[in-house]
Nanobody, 125 residues
Framework: QVQLVESGGGLVQPGGSLRLSCVVS????????IGWFRQAPGTEREGVSC????????SYGPSVKGRFTISRDNAKSTVYLQMNSLKPEDTAVYYCAVRRSNYCSGYEPSDYTHWGQGTQVTVGS
């Protein structure tokens, strides 16, 4: 059974940092790309970042490029999202998801087969 469990969310002040974790089980992390998405109330789900777990190739959405860093530890079956210089507009529920292939070529939700339950990130004072 494929499962993804996110953690690491919370409340942080603008300019602060958080590191999200996505622990996967039920499949080998080395065969599928993992994406991070976020969704704020009243908005569509937005692709944030993606990593190929085979060669580490990464991609980022334009709103987070230069501030967020995605990485993976295949031995720990974990993908991380380091978020720096956080802004109030980064407030959302963050989800990780398994892509159908091990290539990061877009953030169409239908290209992702399994999703975690999400972790809330709130940026504010």
């Amino acid at each position: 059974q494929v499962q993804l469990v996110e953690s690491g969310g919370g409340l942080v002040q603008p300019g602060g940092s958080l590191r999200l974790s996505c622990v996967v089980s039920g499949f080998s992390l080395g065969y599928f790309a993992i994406g991070w998405f976020r969704q704020a109330p009243g908005t569509e789900r937005e692709g944030v970042s993606c990593i190929s777990t085979q060669d580490g190739t990464t991609s980022y959405g334009p709103s987070v490029k230069g501030r967020f860093t995605i990485s993976r530890d295949n031995a720990k079956s974990t993908v991380y999202l380091q978020m720096n210089s956080l802004k109030p507009e980064d407030t959302a529920v963050y989800y990780c998801a398994v892509r159908r292939s091990n290539y990061c070529s877009g953030y169409e939700p239908s290209d992702y087969t399994h999703w975690g339950q999400g972790t809330q990130v709130t940026v504010g004072s």
